[in-house]
């Protein structure tokens, strides 16, 4: 009776190092691999967190088995256990697990990344952060929007901020009275003295469509992306401008009203 008391004992005494020292090496090795892997800049500061509680946790699940296996318990049964509750939790947290997945997609390919300004999803903002569940944006007017990382996935992402350059394309209609050559030179002008806008490729004035009420030019400049809607806004506002300056009419729509007497 003793002997068998001090065998279960000694299991005890077994069982509680393998889970002592299973922790201390499960967390020395998730740091190591995740250390490795940073230091070749393979993986964003957020995947690597969620990479680390994920690898953290199976070691864990491998040293809290093997403590079980030395005390007797038969651990066949218990992964069978586990595993059917790991599937009434993915069943459960369906949506969850969707936008964790959808994270881990966006921070390894990278859409876009923090500061960048987007679209997704039915909005657009400056992207403020970016983690396993979902993604925040700041919009123009200081609001904080909140998007599931798998309703971005879905939809069309559009990042202004992807590229160095954006092209700049405004339209302005001047009356079918008015010289259409010196409207253009104007436009051209007002251009060119703008020193955000890039000399390459070139500034493009052309006639864009003929209205009912007006001619419509196009105007189409390149500029840095940081620039683009300070240079649109600075450009309608010289236009018009030099517009009243020079006596050339921007038609609005109108409508003859004729009364029978």
Known sequence: ???????????????ILIFVIGKMVAKRLTSFIIDKLS???K????????????????FIIVVVLAALKQLGVETTSFIAVLGAAGLAIALAFQSTLSNISAGVMIIIFRPFKVGDFIEA????GIVEETNIFQTLLRTGDNKSIII??????????????????RRV?????????????VAKSLLQEILEN??????????????????DSSVNLLTRSWVKSEDYWSVYFDTIE????????KGITIPYPQMDVHQDR
Do not use: C, Q, W
């Not at 394309?169 to 009275?177: H, Q």
């Open 169 to 181: 394309d405004i339209i302005f209609g001047i009356s079918y009275d008015d010289d259409l050559r």
């Open 121 to 124: 999803s039915g909005t657009s």
């Open 148 to 165: 599931g990382n798998s309703n971005i996935l879905s939809s069309n992402i559009i990042n202004y901020s992807k590229k160095d350059t």
């Open 194 to 211: 703008d020193e955000r806008i890039l000399k390459d490729p070139a500034i493009l004035v052309a006639v864009h469509e003929l209205a």
């Open 1 to 15: 009776m003793e002997v068998l008391a001090g065998k279960y004992l000694l299991n005890i005494v077994l069982a």
């Open 43 to 58: 993986i964003d500061i957020t995947l690597e967190k969620f990479l680390s509680s994920v690898m953290y946790s199976l």
């Open 238 to 245: 010289k236009v018009k401008l030099t517009f009243d300056e």
């Open 39 to 41: 230091s070749s800049g």
